[in-house]
């Protein structure tokens, strides 16, 4: 009788053993979410760059105009009427990351079609006067809590010799993107 309750007694251990062992651990089913909103970002002109009205020398020469304060700078040439830096407004998502880039140079062309003049050192940056971008990207600022950042855009106009008279026109590219 004794092995019987021995034996009794080291299978209800085993049993109690195996259901504790069992109650130790548990799993459930967790939930998740996103939200992918649709906010694009766009660029506005606000302001073409303007060079101004230029009378040329007999030599070559060149007019600056910075995007971050739109200081003109003349060489060889006399600027009659000042000329002013091209202004952009972004919109887009308010506080977002993004990056901007613009055209390196570009080609001003007479109405006629007979005479061009080059832009090139192309430079975006900021209307406050910030330095802190004045080559022909940004790769990284954000937009303001509200939804906007405004930019400027400066160059650097070839002006020939002798330059003929007229109104000359171009294009250039600008890009802006989230990053």
Do not use: C
């Amino acid at each position: 009788m004794k092995k019987l309750s021995v034996f009794s007694a080291a299978i209800l251990s085993l049993t109690i053993s195996a259901f504790t062992q069992a109650q130790q651990s548990a799993s459930g089913t967790g939930s998740a979410s996103a939200e992918i909103q649709s906010e694009d970002i766009s660029v506005e002109e606000q302001q073409l760059l303007d060079f101004g009205r230029i009378s040329p020398f007999s030599v070559d020469g060149a007019l600056t105009i910075r995007a971050s304060d739109n200081r003109n700078t003349p060489v060889n040439i006399i600027l009659t009427e000042t000329g002013v830096r091209g202004q952009w407004l972004v919109t887009g998502f308010p506080n977002a990351s993004f990056a901007v880039s613009v055209t390196n140079e570009f080609t001003l062309t007479s109405e006629d079609g007979d005479n061009t003049m080059q832009v090139t050192g192309v430079n975006v940056g900021f209307p406050n006067g910030s330095t802190a971008a004045s080559s022909n990207n940004i790769t990284s600022t954000t937009i303001s809590g509200t939804g906007e950042r405004s930019l400027s855009v400066g160059g650097r106009l070839n002006v020939g010799a002798d330059q003929p008279a007229g109104v000359y026109n171009g294009q250039y590219q600008i890009t802006v993107v989230y990053n």
